[in-house]
């Protein structure tokens, strides 16, 4: 952890009685790409504007770079904001809001035209300058506000949901853009969104937050692989989560059968929830299956055909297959080990990392 | 259907005949060259060089602008900075408390704000005349401007200041690159509509006047009084022409400001096609 840059310890917030963060604990290092992927409301921009400096935390420590930062104005700190709405100045064309952070230092001129244009040319607005905000595209602005926040070449990077207002096809072209943007300067991003799909995309370490919490650490796919728990599992991505039990290490039991696993290191007969993502299922015939259930409804999707059928038990079962099937009929699902997921109740992301640290010593 | 909108037109034509026709009653009578009102004999500059070599009536008319501009200007200062104080507020109550003890300033009548202000300086003692008149002035234009403004205000996007903050502002630099000319249309609007009040209000005025300083309502309204002189239909005349032209120039100056942006982009659009 030498390159760390900013660090968040035990940090609360509260307004009034509503508890927005509880305990929020992280590190970031110099030079990644940070999401913080959670629904509206789970404290994500919370997290963002108090590393701004925009509110303050209750209590705990924010640091950057060793020191604390807790009572440094927003207007001294070494982090830019690309806003949810761009937040760009109506009354400034394109050139003097992006040089808006260099002209309060007193940069000289020459040297901010140099670097204004640099910027502009870092998101394609090349020739842009002397353009009206008005005039612009939400794509367009949204380059622009990004501009506007690197040309002050700051440490970090702070972007809220900067996406959210743009169309699919731009949006994803915009994912593609700033990662590559991120690359090129170097400098961390700390992302917030609530697009699971923009988080996994773009990543290098993935904050997955509810109610306030930070729920589970981790590259993109292990949060895909191993989520810790329902709601993360639930929310990243698509799964079929069912109840279980842990009958032995390596061997779960759900819906009356008994199915091999890669998990270990819980306590026998525990309960468990079991997730299987719909892409691992595959379809065959009823005697070779491990599960044989119902097909309900079926829908194209172009790369896929997304699934839904259930069970004797009547558990939902979403697969996603390469081939089609006939709605009614009885298909048998197949799985590997490796692809049932077991999660405990109430695991919390330490103890996850260190069951998991147990047995993985033991295969080696 | 062609008849209905040629009643509409007549109807608009009815309604401006009755605002302009005593105004144009009045500046026509100023070229009369008989004494009176009634019956026109002849055309004559006369009145209008009486007036100009009336230097009471010329230090009246220089006395009251300077009551306008500055009064305006002061009120202008202090509504925004009042507006600003309001916007602030967080509580809706205090809020809508203090936007309605504004509002009441606003619309209590002349007289009852003027007969205030005259009972107020003579408790205090302040002598009656030109700071008298100012300070009234600039205490009943401040309302105006306060209501121009916080609309502006309350339109303004509030990550804006967050924006500039981060990209390194000071509170000060923060209220005067972004939010002052965010807020600058309605700071224009204020200070116009305070000059215009200012310079045609009579009650409170004639209230707190005292010996020796006059403005020109206050003045015409007291040679009215005496008898009629075409002197003051001349003057009327003139303070017509006079604010034609700020509307007209109001006008041209929005114009050119909303327009820019579009030339601009016809320009740009022009040398784009060649």
Not at chain 1, 3 to 13: L, P, R
Not at chain 1, 100 to 120: C, D, M, N, T, Y
Not at chain 1, 146 to 171: F, M, T, Y
Not at chain 2, 80 to 95: D, F, N, W
């Amino acid at each position: 952890m030498a390159n760390t840059i900013i660090s968040f310890e035990a940090v609360d917030k509260r307004y009034g009685d509503t508890i927005a963060l509880n305990d929020i604990n992280f590190e970031l290092e110099q030079g990644k790409f940070y999401t913080l992927l959670g629904p509206s409301g789970c404290g994500k921009t919370t997290i963002l504007r108090i590393l701004a400096g925009f509110t303050s935390a209750t209590s705990g420590e924010i640091k950057f770079k060793g020191q604390k930062i807790n009572n440094l104005p927003a207007n001294k700190r070494k982090v830019n904001t690309v806003f949810q709405d761009y937040a760009l100045f109506p009354h400034l064309n394109v050139f003097d809001n992006v040089a808006f952070g260099l002209s309060l230092r007193k940069v000289p001129k020459a040297e901010i035209r140099q670097r204004v244009l640099e910027a502009l040319r870092l998101v394609q607005l090349t020739g842009y300058d002397d353009r009206e905000i008005a005039e612009l595209s939400g794509g367009q602005q949204q380059r622009v506000a990004i501009a506007r926040a690197i040309v002050n070449e700051p440490e970090v990077l702070l972007l809220d949901e900067p996406l959210s207002a743009l169309d699919a096809k731009l949006r994803t072209a915009m994912q593609v853009e700033l990662r590559q943007l991120q690359r090129r300067l170097g400098i961390t991003f700390l992302f917030v969104t609530h697009d699971q799909g923009e988080a996994l995309a773009m990543s290098d370490e993935i904050f997955v937050m509810n109610n306030g919490k930070i729920l589970q650490q981790g590259n993109p796919v292990d949060i895909y692989d191993e989520p810790i728990n329902h709601f993360v599992a639930d929310f990243i991505g698509e799964s079929n989560i069912v109840k279980g039990k842990m009958v032995k290490d390596y061997l779960v039991s759900f819906v009356g059968k008994e199915f091999e696993c890669a998990d270990a290191g819980m306590r026998p007969d525990e309960p468990v929830e079991i997730v299987l993502r719909p892409e691992d299922l595959v379809l065959t015939d009823v005697t070779k299956g491990k599960l044989t259930v119902t097909v309900d409804t079926q829908v194209f999707r172009g790369n896929i055909y997304e699934i839904m059928s259930h069970d004797s038990a009547n558990n939902q079962w979403l697969i996603h297959a390469v081939h089609k099937a006939t709605i009614g009929q009885k298909v048998g699902i197949s799985f590997g080990p490796e692809d049932v997921h077991v999660m405990r109740f109430g695991e919390s992301e330490e103890e996850f990392d260190a069951r998991l640290e147990t047995y993985e010593g033991e295969e080696e | 259907m062609k008849k209905r909108f040629s009643w509409q037109n007549l109807y608009l034509i009815f309604v401006f005949a009755l605002l302009y026709v005593p105004i144009f009653y009045l500046i026509f009578y100023s070229f009369n060259r008989g004494g009176t009102m009634t019956h026109f004999t002849g055309f004559t500059w006369q009145h209008y060089t009486e007036l100009f070599s009336d230097s009471r009536m010329i230090e009246i008319v220089v006395d009251t602008l300077l009551i306008a501009l500055l009064s305006s200007l002061l009120a202008t200062i202090i509504g925004t900075l009042g507006a600003l104080q309001i916007y602030s507020v967080k509580r809706p109550v205090v809020k809508n408390a203090i936007l309605s003890l504004n509002n009441i300033l606003m619309v209590s009548p002349d007289v009852i704000i003027g007969a205030s202000f005259l009972i107020f300086f003579t408790f205090l003692g302040f002598k009656l005349g030109f700071g008298s008149v100012l300070l009234s002035h600039i205490a009943f234009s401040i309302p105006i401007v306060v209501l121009m403004v916080l609309p502006k205000l309350n339109e303004m996007n509030l990550s804006l200041i967050d924006a500039a903050t981060d990209l390194g502002a000071t509170n000060f630099q923060v209220f005067s690159r972004v939010i002052l000319p965010y807020i600058a249309p309605g700071v224009f609007a204020g200070y116009f509509m305070a000059f215009t009040y200012s310079l045609d209000d009579f009650a409170v005025t004639f209230f707190v006047t005292g010996n020796g300083f006059e403005t020109l309502s206050v003045e015409i309204y007291a040679r009215a009084r005496q008898g009629i002189s075409l002197e003051i239909n001349a003057l009327s005349a003139l303070m017509f022409v006079f604010s034609l032209l700020l509307v007209v120039g109001y006008y041209f100056l929005n114009q050119y400001n909303s327009s820019k942006r579009t030339r601009k982009r016809q320009r740009l659009e022009a040398t784009q096609i060649k």
